[in-house]
C-alpha cells in the first residue's frame, strides 16, 4: 500500500535519504511513496509466491526476492512484492536494475497504481519478461509476458488453473498462490469486488 508524500528529489538525493528513515518509500520520478503494510491474505499470498519461486529456482543462477529489495525502473524505485532476478548481484547490493520477473499483490490502495503507473515503468527494463498482478479478494492472476515487441496478456482463475512463467520454466498453481487464504475461488460471487489492502 502506498502513501504520496509531496516532496521532490532528485534519484541520488532519494536513495541518500532513504537509507536514513525507518520506513520503505518508493519514488516515483521526483515525489516520494510512503510505504504501508498490507492484510493477512496479502502477506500470505506473496509469502506462498516466494517460497514456491525459491524452491523452484535453487540451484540456478536466479534469485528472488521479497518486498524489501529495491527496483530501478525508468528513474524511480519500487519494492516489488516479489521479483526474480537473473542478473549477477553483490551480496551488499541493495538496489537491483535487471529483474526477469516481477509479481505485485493488488489491493484497494494500489491495484490502480500497479495497473498502469507501475506496469508503465516496469516495462520500460529490457530485461523484465513477465509482470504478474495478484488479485486478493478473489483467486485470479493476471500475466503480462513480453512477446516480440509487445506484451501478452492472460487471465488465469479456477482451482486447477496455474501461472505459467516460460523464462524461469517455472509453473506455480494457483492453489500453491493462495494456500492457507480464505480467497475465494467463485468468481460469480465477487465481481465487481475490489481488492483489500
Not at 76 to 85: A, E, G, L, Q
Not at 86 to 114: F, G, N
Not at 184 to 195: A, E, K, R, V
Request: proline share 3%; aromatic share 8%.
Amino acid at each position: 500500500m502506498a502513501l504520496r508524500k509531496q516532496r521532490l528529489m532528485t534519484l541520488d538525493e532519494f536513495l541518500a535519504w532513504e537509507e536514513r528513515q525507518d520506513g520503505r518509500h518508493e519514488f516515483l520520478q521526483g515525489e516520494i511513496v510512503a510505504m504501508v503494510g498490507g492484510t493477512v491474505a496479502h502477506n500470505q499470498i506473496s509469502g506462498n509466491i516466494y517460497a514456491a519461486l525459491r524452491a523452484d529456482l535453487r540451484g540456478s543462477p536466479c534469485r528472488v526476492f521479497q518486498e524489501t529489495m529495491r527496483i530501478l525502473a525508468d528513474e524511480s524505485v519500487f519494492y516489488p512484492d516479489v521479483f526474480v532476478t537473473c542478473a549477477a548481484l553483490d551480496d551488499r547490493d541493495r538496489l537491483a536494475t535487471a529483474p526477469t520477473v516481477i509479481v505485485e499483490v493488488l489491493s484497494d490502495s494500489t491495484s490502480s497504481y500497479d495497473h498502469t503507473t507501475k506496469s508503465a515503468a516496469y516495462r520500460t527494463l529490457p530485461s523484465l519478461t513477465q509482470y504478474v498482478l495478484v488479485h486478493q479478494r478473489v483467486a485470479v492472476v493476471e500475466s503480462f509476458r513480453r512477446t516480440g515487441d509487445g506484451w501478452t496478456h492472460e487471465l488465469i482463475s479456477g482451482r486447477e488453473g496455474a501461472l505459467s512463467i516460460p523464462a524461469l520454466e517455472v509453473t506455480l498453481p494457483l492453489s500453491a498462490i493462495y494456500e492457507d487464504t480464505r480467497v475465494s475461488f467463485d468468481l460469480t460471487i465477487h465481481m465487481g469486488d475490489t481488492d483489500d489492502a
